[in-house]
C-alpha cells in the first residue's frame, strides 16, 4: 500500500472528531493501526485550546482505523460504544 513517510499532520475522518488534524511527532508508520478516544465536553475543549478541566463523565468510546486514502495516512471513523459503568 502507497503511503508517505514525510507526512507532518493525521487528519481524523468521520465521527466526534472529523476534521481534526493532529500534528505527528513520529512517521506515520509507527502510528497504532486502531485507536479508542474516551470522549467528554472536555476534549472538545482541549481540541479548541481551551482550558483543560477536570472532566470525568465520558459520553461515549470511539474507535479510529488508520488508512490510506489518495497516498495519505487517516484515522477513519470505525465506531463507537457507551462508555462502561
Known amino acids: 500500500m502507497p503511503h508517505?513517510?514525510?507526512?507532518t499532520v493525521i487528519e481524523f475522518m468521520g465521527g466526534p472528531l472529523d476534521g481534526h488534524r493532529e500534528p505527528l511527532a513520529v512517521n506515520v508508520e509507527r502510528l497504532p493501526e486502531k485507536i479508542v478516544c474516551y470522549i467528554s465536553a472536555n476534549i472538545f475543549r482541549q481540541l479548541e485550546g481551551g482550558?483543560?478541566?477536570y472532566e470525568t463523565v465520558v459520553t461515549s468510546r470511539?474507535?479510529?482505523?488508520r488508512e490510506n486514502q489518495k497516498h495519505q495516512w487517516n484515522y477513519a471513523f470505525a465506531g463507537s460504544?457507551?462508555?462502561?459503568r
Do not use: L
Open 62 to 65: 470511539v474507535i479510529y482505523q
Open 81 to 84: 460504544f457507551a462508555p462502561r
Open 51 to 53: 482550558q483543560h478541566e
Open 4 to 7: 508517505s513517510t514525510q507526512q
